[in-house]
């Protein structure tokens, strides 16, 4: 998928509109077939922002990439590649996705995302009430539903306890241990109607009830706050392991804490002992993140709780280990410019999504001039029986009335008997008991699915922006084939030749020298001086820790590694010497090591590098089958034609 997804990208930076009729001049041809100066400028000043290789910028580079890119196109073509049915199946998958970026109302998605950035802006601590119902139950439970989320909510109003009701009446199985409180959340935490009735329903009040697809419930706001924006953190983290046990964890996070009040620096003691792998390289600083963001109510309270730039807090445990977290910077909360795009794909997955295109269904119905067939509808309900659920309706086959029009969109019309074989074939008919709730439902989504299909199929005759995004990821498409057939999948296949281009390699494939010693830092000289006289005298590690490591102020941290070289910057520091103590300053510590193995230079075995070979043997076949399609395919370029374009993009 991977690969995939950089062919499509590719794609979208080499495509062009190749049907385009404009008479400017002609930059280059490939076997006669004319490519324009006007596109060549045109994928170029799109894409050059994009593109982080200087040399690529140059227009001659640039020029040379896109020629490989069209050859590889037409090769493709000529393999009749675009003609395959699972080309082809594909590629009306993607269509259809990006479709469903123009499958929308802008201004009720504007409405939304400025909604839940207001939204943003505030948390609430709430308490509620759940009485479960199926989301198409039958209109019997659904009353009987209301009538008890009606009941808890008069009790509490009238006085009672909420969390007394709330273990009564509600059916939230995790009402037992919380009495229905739900913590601290905000805009995008809960489904759309919760967070709607939360948030506009007064501090102290109870809501009216209201419904999810969970069923109804009630909510109390308890409290309200100003949310307090974003920071920006560094941490070390010494995780729980298997081969670490919680005591170790405690034990090492307090060494590491001793030098810190040692004045030793925190970025320091990330790079080299925090077990977060992911932030230690830079000195375990974490993206910048707000309330709710971080899995673990305790480490965002004592990162919060930091007040100035530069504050180190004492040790603090989570569930994945022990930490200590130092500020960095305090933010306030974005702009509404700023959150808008995160915004936008949030409410994409969110419940939102729905009311957004109940919105956009009803501006096709104005636009095709839809009316709903109450006739139809009433036909249909007089007529389809209880066992629908149970088994296909047996659609009469001499009713005159199933050949009449229930609705024209566009210039397409549709019949009783099209709706009457789309009930037939709904996969939902077991989530019904209720004929006319079920007959209901089914006629919405008749009339919906009809109308996006039409305007979807209609899209890109309309649309000139869409018509150009479905063109790139067309040729997209049609060069990963063309890639996976000629390159990827001949590496994966072609064992003997891999091996052989192992063979014929080998000098790429060399683990250079490596060392495997014992290194003990501290920021006191005296204490490493103390180091190396025990393990001189023979001490074994945990010896010595008991001897140097005698109180607060005196830590020294200890680790045995295996060090490569010219990987790792500190063996430029010691002699490669077995048995040899070196000591001196590295990364604001004093070090000592001691080497205790040397590892000499090996080839690396072929099963050990086989992905760095078979990336390798790739290149490789990709750069032969470009020499070829060079032969393969006249190229010509207009040199005058060439030096214009080079003089205006120059100028831009």
Sequence with gaps: MYKKTIILFLGIIFCSILHAQQKDLVLLTIDNSPVYTSE?????????????????????????????????LAEAQKLGLDKKESYLNEFEGYKKQLSSGYLTDTKVSESLIKEGYDRLQERIHGSHILVMLKP??????????????????????????????????????????????????????MVYPFEDAAYTTNVGDVSKPFKTRFGYHIVKVNKREKTLGEITV???????????????????ITEINKQLQQNVSFESLA??????????????????????????EDFEKVAFGLKTPGEISSPVKSKYGWHIVKLIEKFPSKTFEESKAELTEKIKRDDRSQLITKSFINSLKEKYGLKRNKEAISYFK????????????EIPSNDKTLEKEIMAIGQDSFS????????????????????????????????????????????????????????????????????E??????????????????????????????????????????????????????????????????????????SEQELVKGEDPITDSFSKEIDQIHVFNYDDYITLIKVNEVLP?????????????????????????????????????????????KKQLTIL
């Design 382 to 393: 007089k007529n389809v029986p209880e066992t629908i659920f149970k088994e296909n309706w």
């Design 416 to 483: 009783f008997m099209d709706f009457a074989t789309y009930i037939n074939n709904s996969n939902q008919k077991s989530n019904y008991t209720d004929v006319s709730i079920f007959l209901e439902k089914m006629y919405t989504d008749f009339e919906s699915k009809n109308l996006l299909e039409y305007y979807e199929e209609h899209l890109e005759e309309d649309n000139q922006d869409f018509a150009n995004i479905v063109a790139e990821y067309r040729d997209g498409l049609l060069l990963f084939d063309l890639m």
């Design 485 to 558: 057939t000629k390159v990827w999948n001949a590496s994966k296949t072609d064992s003997i030749g891999l091996k052989k281009f192992y063979d014929s390699r080998k000098e790429n494939y060399v683990k250079q020298e490596s060392y495997k010693v014992l290194k003990a830092s501290s920021s006191q000289q005296s204490l490493i001086d103390k180091v190396k006289t025990l393990v001189i005298s023979g001490k074994s590690v945990d010896e010595i820790k008991k001897e140097v490591n005698v109180s607060d102020e005196q830590v020294v941290l200890f």
């Design 234 to 252: 560094a941490h070390i983290m010494v995780a729980f392991t298997p081969e670490r046990t919680e005591e170790q964890a405690e034990e090492r």
């Design 40 to 72: 060549f400028k045109r994928v170029y000043l799109k894409n050059i922002d994009l593109v982080k290789d200087e040399k690529q910028k140059n227009v001659d580079e640039y020029l040379e990439l896109f020629i490989k890119y069209k050859l590889k």
């Design 601 to 645: 230079s090996r080839l690396k075995t072929f099963e050990e590098i086989k992905g760095k070979v078979i990336n390798d043997y790739q290149e490789d076949l990709e750069k032969k089958w470009l020499e070829s399609l060079r032969k393969k395919y006249s190229i010509e370029v207009n040199k005058k034609t060439l030096k214009k374009i």
């Design 136 to 189: 198409n139950a039958s209109a019997k439970d659904t009353l009987l539903a209301y009538n008890k989320i009606v009941e808890a909510r008069n009790k509490i109003i009238e006085g009672a306890d909420f969390t007394e009701i709330a273990k009564e009446y509600s059916e939230d199985p995790s009402v037992k241990n919380n009495g229905g409180d739900l913590g601290w959340f905000s805009a995008f935490r």
């Design 271 to 296: 790079k080299q002992f925090s077990d977060d792998t992911n932030t230690a390289v830079n000195g375990g600083k974490i993206n910048r993140f707000a309330q709710g963001h971080i899995n673990s």
